[in-house]
């Protein structure tokens, strides 16, 4: 599904590579936290996977497609089967809910047909089939952040990439819009989340790959969040998976993630408070 | 559908950012004016050389008791001196560039003056007797006057050999010059188009900068992108060509039919239907203009 092969990417001007000599390779279906401090290459990752960026070396493969070979008009065409999430929700705030969601299906040219029906569906797996035809600005940080995974999930991609898509919310808030994400990937897409979320990562117990100084230093199926504190030097033949902290794993939280169909009605699931 | 979209993102563009879509209009407007105008001058050239240098003449001025060029001396040309060209036009020299000649004594030469200047006071000064004998001559070809401005000049009994082109010259000198002043105008007038349309579409694609992030990653297609603010660069020129093609008709209806027709009865002018044929021109280049600019400036930004 997404395959990187001793991938380093250099920007201009800049004395350390922002990725360097990163091997990952993400099966369909999965959901993979990236965890990272700000600056250590979780947002280059991202944008080498959307063919923002070129990488300055190694190779990288997306659904079966070697980013390397896609021409420059071929890119929108490979993009569409990619949702992107932005901490900053980045709607139009002239535009209706509705109307949002509509948009990316609108400029790829989709029927009005197909946008009456997709439109809405998604509207109600993410809980905001009643605020339709609200704008951006009448609605919680919450429901706009729902508004933008319903906009980069209406058309079904096959992967979904989320940059710290709770970085503006509050832990309840959060709690609601991860049971979104679960939902969208219990249905088959693959999800990339970059976060600073620690109580998040604990609490999901999914795959889990951490970068810092632009190496991959861990990559753990069912991991936690935790920082790497040791030095790179020690690191050179990460991947190194560590021992997380053993509390957190000592009852790791069911997330619902079937069955629910409005996530506003659900208790948060994560007892955040406890958390220091 | 997606016609609907476009045209409406089209719209909102250009209301958006009216006062600039007025100016490019504007400029527009008056550059292809310039265009126009200097296409029409040529016109009338061309019009004016294809009447006039087939009339052409050259005219052979004999001396009268009054004049005192040449070898004149105030005494009018002699008969002997008069056979003595007639000879000469015959000869076998100077024939076969002459198509025919004819000459025009003083009571036609006077007639001819009145008939030509019949509402003018100078009617009242002239006098047969103040008027030249002259040999009037059509050559094969009006390009040779030099022949007989040599082989008859400086002859006794000839005041000047005068082609009359040289008077046309004289007009076409003055019009060619309004006409490359128009083409400099118009060409400073449409860089200035250009680089404007440039800095509209510039405007227009940071005021929907949200809108285009949203294209660029949900996959919209470069050309389904661009093509609005393509559109609106278009939209824009193709107003200005109007309102210039309007103008142009305009001048040629009222100024150069409605007034110098009527004014200079003698001479041909440019009629409405060669303002109407320098329309498509106007149009394809204001829009063709527009299709660069603002193509560039939005790969520009959309690359940037």
């Known amino acids: ?276 | 559908m997606r016609l609907g979209f476009v045209l409406r993102e089209v719209f909102a563009g250009l209301s958006r950012n009216l006062s600039m879509v007025v100016s490019i209009v504007l400029v527009t407007f008056i550059s292809l004016t310039f265009v126009g105008t200097a296409i029409l001058l040529q016109a009338q050239i061309n019009q004016m050389k294809s009447y006039w240098f087939d009339r052409a003449q050259v005219a052979v001025y004999m001396c009268t008791d009054f004049s005192t060029l040449g070898d004149c001396d105030q005494q009018a040309a002699s008969a002997d001196q008069k056979v003595v060209i007639e000879q000469r036009l015959q000869s076998t020299t100077l024939a076969p560039y002459i198509d025919r000649y004819y000459f025009e004594d003083r009571d036609q030469a006077f007639a001819n003056f009145q008939e030509q200047f019949a509402d003018s006071a100078v009617v009242d000064l002239v006098s047969p007797e103040l008027l030249p004998e002259t040999f009037w001559i059509n050559l094969v070809d009006p390009q040779q006057s030099e022949l007989i401005f040599e082989a008859l000049s400086g002859l006794p009994g000839v005041e000047s050999v005068v082609d009359q082109r040289s008077y046309l010259d004289q007009i076409f000198a003055v019009l060619n010059a309004g006409s490359l002043t128009a083409v400099s105008v118009a060409a400073l007038m449409l860089v200035a188009a250009a680089l404007l349309i440039a800095t509209t579409i510039r405007l227009s694609a940071f005021s929907r900068r949200r809108e285009l992030a949203i294209m660029r990653l949900v996959g919209a297609s470069n050309r389904f992108i661009q093509t609005p603010f393509v559109l609106e660069g278009i939209v824009a020129a193709a107003l200005g060509a109007g309102l210039a093609s309007l103008a142009l008709w305009g001048i040629v209806r009222v100024f150069v039919q409605g007034y110098l027709a009527d004014a200079l009865p003698a001479t041909v002018f440019i009629q409405t239907s060669d303002a109407l044929a320098t329309m498509p021109l106007l149009f394809a280049t204001g829009i063709g203009l527009a299709v660069i600019a603002s193509y560039i400036s939005i790969t520009r930004y959309l690359r940037a």
């Not at chain 1, 279906?29 to 280059?44: I, P, Q, R, Y």
């Not at chain 1, 509705?98 to 400029?107: C, G």
Request: glycine share 8%; charged share 20%.
């Open chain 1, 1 to 276: 599904m997404i395959l990187f092969e001793d991938v380093s990417k250099m920007y201009r001007g800049a004395p350390k590579p922002a990725l360097n000599n990163v091997s990952i390779n993400i099966a369909a279906g999965e959901f993979v936290f990236l965890v990272g401090a700000s600056g250590s290459g979780k947002s280059s990752f991202l944008r080498l996977i959307l063919k923002e960026e070129r990488p300055s070396a190694g190779e990288i493969h997306v659904l079966g497609q070697d980013l390397r070979r896609i021409p420059s008009r071929k890119v929108p065409l490979f993009r569409r089967s990619l949702g992107v999430v932005f901490q900053d929700f980045r709607l139009l705030p002239q535009k209706t809910v509705f109307d949002n969601v509509a948009y990316t299906l609108r400029v790829i040219g989709k029927s009005a047909g197909f946008i009456h029906e997709a439109v809405p569906d998604i509207l109600q797996t993410v809980g905001l089939a009643q605020k339709a035809k609200n704008y951006p600005h009448e609605l919680s940080g919450g429901e706009q952040q729902r508004v933008a995974i319903a906009r980069a999930a209406v058309n079904k991609p096959a992967i979904m990439l989320a940059d710290e898509p709770t970085g503006n919310l509050d832990p309840a808030t959060s709690a609601g819009i991860m049971n979104v994400l679960s939902r969208i990937n219990a249905s088959g897409t693959t999800v990339i989340m970059a976060t600073h979320d620690s109580g998040i990562v604990d609490q999901m117990q999914r795959r889990v790959i951490e970068i810092a100084g632009g190496r991959v230093v861990r990559d753990e199926h069912e991991g936690g969040y935790q920082t790497s504190a040791i030095p790179l030097g020690e690191l050179d033949t990460a991947p190194i998976p560590i021992i997380t902290d053993s509390d957190a794993l000592a009852e790791p939280a069911q997330l619902p993630v079937k069955g629910i169909s409005d996530p506003d009605t659900v208790a948060s699931p994560f007892p955040w408070e406890l958390r220091a």
